[in-house]
């Protein structure tokens, strides 16, 4: 087989957050950092993967997943933000509409810090002066990919910064912006039903909001524990779909200490659901974040269970984008993407 494609943009660069966020006395890491892109990219060419450019799409495809208000906010937020705050100042939300909070409906705040609490969930996800450019070009990068497959291609990898399986359809948060493998994967239903096996750490709530009910896509997620773990509140077992496509999501929740061999065979039974839906195709939400070392992960993984994963995908035998989701142990963040697509190719 030809060497794994990759695409990648140099628009990611402009998405740099600060690498802390200060609360008061709290400081809060923010690990989805520039350096994530850069590691990957050499770290993919110097294996001998070719890197391509991304073509822009424009925002048709990706309003087929998010809503008008949201885009308008992240195109707009920064802009209107700087204005009153100086070049220098990250936008980060410090208030979120909870039900509790009053007895009237909830409005959207007109400006200020509270207007990102209205479509953000977290703290943890800044925007910066680059962040809406970064975010368009992370979706093209996923179309990109999508077109590859489309035009016959057996795999890409699309190295998608900032990352998305946690936007949903009129939010973000969790390090991600617009959601490049939902994105993706409606493109690529024109091909047929289209499977999304999410292997990130973290649960992706966004990606489940997007096809919950979808029956043409099926989503399957093998995440840490929800009840421990980010985004907490999705993500359990329980959770299967609804209306015409109840039984199109499965969550498979792992306790924390999960080995190479535990998940594994997890996967393995993962991806019997997927052959049983008969996908045209496959899309991967590829984070890396289960690796042992990750600072915000609990899973216990090595770097020799990447080629494994990579393999045990590789058996669907379906055309397969890889989207390039979460990751954060910098030293180890190239071996272990690279790993999933050497194992992927060498079974193929």
Known sequence: MEPMPVVASDAHRGHDPPYEVNFGKVVQPVYERVARGELLREGLAAAGHPVIA???????PVRAVHEPALLEFLERAWAEWRAGHGPRAALIPDTFPLPRLGRGSARAPAGGVGRPGWFCFDTATPLVEGSWPAARAAADVGLTGADLIAGGAPAAYALCRPPGHHAGPGYYGGFCLLNNAAVAARALGRLGRVAIVDVDFHHGNGTQDVFWEDPAVLYVSLHGDPAVHYPYFTGAADETGGGRAAGTTRNLPLPDGTGDDAYLGVLEQAL????????AVLVVS??????????????ALGRAA???IGRLLAGLA????????????LDALADCVGGVLAGFQSAR
């Open 54 to 60: 991304p073509r822009e799409h424009g925002l048709g």
């Open 318 to 329: 379906l055309p397969t984008l890889f989207v390039q989701e979460g990751g954060y142990a």
């Open 272 to 279: 019997r659901q997927v052959a049983a839906f008969a996908p």
């Open 306 to 308: 990447y080629p494994r």
């Open 286 to 299: 590829l984070g890396v974040d289960t690796f042992g070392e990750d600072p915000i992960g609990g899973f």
